[in-house]
């Protein structure tokens, strides 16, 4: 089974703070994405990554950034968070080429900006 | 820009119901159409995959059609219980770039009374 690890589920941050949300998969995925989902909003694409040190803006990559040094690894970075960052992040990763196969999620990261 | 809508928002059966949850996109050239459950402040678990070229996908209980003419997908849940109580979302890939990026519809929060 493909398993996604979000490295916390519940994270407490302060304004102004950077901030990291770290994500492994163990399927040696090529793909890996990051998005968060609002009430009334859905899941709207912030980054993704086809391969190590590629990236790509999503949907909505406005005040994030992305790190992808290894290929099991993809971080989200908050460079400096604020209170409408305040959401549940989830991270996924699909593998191969042709696109023909399911994203897998993780348990997703529930993240408060005060 | 592709748009993805689900009807009901909401929907509440007895323990033991056939049901059908709705997904419906407004671009036909799609590559695949996914199926995901989320259960409350967890990640999505992928259910079934249906590719442009199939009509439908079977899991144990759960049957997907796709008619990408219509622009349209249902979900089939046969005898439904009260652990099929989930968000099911669905979510359309268009196939385009070097990684394929979903578009989610913003789900029915199913709810199966015992």
């Known amino acids: 089974d493909v398993k996604v690890t979000q490295s916390s589920r519940y994270l407490v941050k302060r304004t102004g703070e950077k901030v990291f949300l770290e994500c492994v998969q163990d399927m040696d995925h090529e793909n890996m994405f990051w998005y968060r989902q609002d009430p009334g909003l859905g899941l709207r694409l912030i980054y993704f990554?086809?391969?190590?040190?590629?990236?790509e803006k999503g949907d909505i990559p406005e005040g994030y950034s992305v790190s992808r040094e290894k290929k099991e690894r993809f971080s989200l970075i908050l460079e400096s968070a604020s209170t409408n960052q305040t959401s549940m992040y989830l991270c996924?990763?699909?593998?191969?080429?042709?696109?023909?196969?399911?994203?897998?999620f993780g348990d997703g990261t529930r993240l408060s900006i005060l | 820009k592709q748009e993805v809508t689900q009807i009901p928002a909401a929907l509440s059966v007895p323990e033991g119901e056939n049901l059908v949850l709705n997904c419906s996109f407004t671009?036909?050239?799609?590559?695949?159409l996914q199926w995901f459950r989320q259960d409350p402040g967890k990640g999505l678990t992928s259910l079934l995959l249906i590719q442009s070229s199939q009509r439908e996908q079977t899991s144990g209980r759960l049957n997907a059609s796709l008619d990408k003419s219509s622009g349209r997908s249902t979900l089939y849940i046969a005898a439904s219980q009260p652990g099929d109580s989930a968000t099911y979302l669905c979510?359309?890939?268009?196939?385009?770039?070097?990684?394929?990026?979903?578009?989610f519809g913003s789900g029915t929060q199913l709810t199966v009374l015992p």
């Open positions: 996924a990763s699909r593998g191969g080429w042709a696109g023909a196969q399911p994203q897998h």
């Open positions: 671009d036909s050239a799609i590559y695949n």
């Open positions: 990554s086809y391969d190590v040190k590629m990236k």
């Open positions: 979510a359309v890939d268009l196939g385009s770039g070097s990684a394929r990026q979903l578009t």
